[in-house]
């Protein structure tokens, strides 16, 4: 959902010369909300609201809700309170990040493989090597937009332009439904018409530092000096991108791999809690939704990273490199419990160690006390508001040998089917994900 700055100004006839405009930015519109109305044709026209909790965040708003003044990281308590007859719905995101792997699939990479995707519901296409097969970018623009709109019930917007921060501008500034050509002789004078938060990248923090050098407008940038550019930000990088942005440039080529960094989760508790076992519950639910997701796109991760926020709104995170890459929850949680008594200094003496493992699943062996001897009924010694872990260091499963170990040779030379507990504990994980594949990502999940 974006909220980048749209001026009416901007979405206009900015002439039909297509010269050299190889690159399309699509952002598709109100994705997650438009994709629940597309699924629940019923609540078409009604305010919908991706974001459930009191203490949750509105994640995506139809442009129904958007007319109440209703926008992302909005607190849900106060979207209901400008919209009490709203549609409020939890996110799927399971849902949502399959649609866009098959609009990314079966509509863009239809036209080249020149696709850079950004996130799930924006990405980037250079189309200079389609042109001899489709002659024009903004034919291109109008298959895709018609293409996502017929086969998926949502919609897109397309910015046209010569390079890949004017395409983008030119999308947010086409929105809802749009597609906005920007030939690349006007892409300074259309960027210069905007405001400081209509370039990417600027936020309230350097907006306001700009404004202390009497920088208010992006032509109020454009007219800076690069020393002086350098002065204002403190940094030669960032004056060089921001004059550069200032008059339409931007050397940045689609790259079309994206090497995909990490994959986490987390929860924001409905009340603030020194529970451990309430916590655990919640780091191994983010394990459960971690691990199906590195499966389901072919990567394993060696690093595993603990974030808690707390009571006070501070955060802390803390990692570990494991010995081999894994891609289940039941690798993933013993760690996690392991770094948050590490993280909050916990201790076997911390009311009393942990003489026997508490009770678990098949899956999920116990809920805390792997091998570091804290009691699972031991208090965390500070209030946690969220937790949540990630996993990263990714690589693909199909190209990253995995040594087994010593006792993995001895257990599966003693196991009837050859196999380790490890292999077992995958090959259940693996079975939960075709259930949820079909009935949905909340149809199943591991016993507490």
């Known amino acids: 959902m974006s909220t980048a700055p749209r001026l009416a100004a901007a979405k206009r006839d900015w002439g039909h010369d297509e010269t050299g405009c190889t690159v399309l930015h699509i952002d598709m519109d109100a994705f997650y909300a438009s994709l629940e109305v597309a699924r629940h044709p019923e609540l078409r026209g009604r305010?919908?609201?991706?974001?459930?909790?009191?203490?949750?965040?509105?994640?995506?708003?139809?442009?129904?809700?958007?007319?109440?003044?209703?926008?992302?990281?909005?607190?849900?308590?106060r979207a209901r309170q400008?919209?009490?007859?709203?549609?409020?719905?939890?996110?799927?995101?399971?849902?949502?990040?399959?649609?866009?792997?098959?609009?990314?699939?079966?509509?863009?990479?239809?036209?080249?493989?020149?696709?850079?995707?950004?996130?799930?519901?924006?990405?980037?296409?250079?189309?200079s090597?389609?042109?001899?097969?489709?002659?024009?970018?903004?034919?291109?623009?109008?298959?895709?937009?018609?293409?996502?709109?017929?086969?998926?019930?949502?919609?897109?917007?397309?910015g046209v332009a010569a390079n890949k921060l004017v395409a983008k501008m030119a999308s947010t500034n086409a929105k809802p439904n749009?597609?906005?050509?920007?030939?690349?002789?006007?892409?300074a004078e259309f960027v210069q018409m905007m405001p400081l938060r209509g370039i990417p990248g600027i936020g309230p923090s350097l907006e306001k530092r700009l404004n202390a050098w009497g920088v208010d407008s992006v032509a109020d940038l454009a007219a800076m000096s690069p020393d002086a550019l350098e002065r204002a930000t403190g940094s030669r990088a960032a004056a060089r991108g921001l004059w550069m942005a200032s008059h339409g440039l931007d050397d940045r080529a689609v790259t079309p791999v994206r090497v995909e960094k990490s994959v986490g989760s987390e929860e924001t508790l409905l009340k603030d809690t020194t529970d451990q076992r309430v916590v655990c519950r919640l780091l191994r639910e983010a394990c459960d939704e971690v691990a199906s997701s590195?499966?389901?796109?072919g990567f394993v991760a060696?690093?595993?990273?603990?974030?808690?926020?707390?009571a006070d709104l501070s955060y802390r995170t803390r990692s570990r490199t494991l010995e081999r890459p894994v891609d289940s929850a039941a690798a993933l949680y013993p760690e996690c419990v392991r770094l948050l008594h590490a993280m909050l200094g916990m201790s076997a003496s911390d009311a009393g160690a942990s003489t026997a493992a508490p009770a678990g699943s098949a899956a999920f062996p116990a809920a805390a006390g792997?091998?570091?001897?804290?009691?699972?009924?031991?208090?965390?010694?500070?209030?946690?508001?969220?937790?949540?872990?990630?996993?990263?260091?990714?690589?693909?499963?199909?190209a990253t040998a995995v040594q087994p170990s010593l006792d993995d040779l001895l257990e599966e030379s003693d196991a009837a089917d050859a196999r380790t507990a490890d292999d077992r504990r995958r090959r259940a994980e693996a079975a939960l994900d075709a259930v949820r594949d079909r009935f949905g990502g909340k149809?199943?999940?591991?016993?507490?």
């Open 178 to 187: 749009g597609m906005l050509l920007i030939p690349r002789a006007r892409s």
């Open 294 to 297: 590195l499966r389901h796109r």
């Open 47 to 77: 305010p919908v609201i991706i974001g459930t909790g009191p203490r949750s965040v509105v994640s995506a708003a139809s442009y129904e809700a958007r007319r109440y003044g209703i926008n992302s990281a909005m607190p849900s308590a």
């Open 129 to 158: 090597g389609a042109l001899l097969a489709w002659k024009r970018p903004t034919a291109i623009g109008a298959w895709i937009r018609e293409q996502v709109e017929r086969r998926f019930h949502v919609t897109c917007s397309v």
């Open 82 to 127: 400008l919209c009490p007859d709203g549609v409020f719905l939890p996110v799927d995101m399971r849902y949502y990040r399959s649609v866009s792997r098959a609009i990314m699939t079966d509509v863009f990479h239809a036209v080249t493989d020149r696709v850079e995707q950004v996130s799930v519901d924006e990405g980037y296409m250079d189309v």
């Open 443 to 448: 149809a199943v999940r591991f016993g507490a």
């Open 370 to 398: 792997f091998g570091d001897g804290v009691s699972p009924d031991a208090p965390l010694p500070k209030l946690v508001r969220l937790a949540g872990m990630s996993a990263s260091s990714l690589s693909h499963a199909e």
């Open 302 to 310: 060696r690093t595993v990273t603990v974030k808690l926020r707390f």
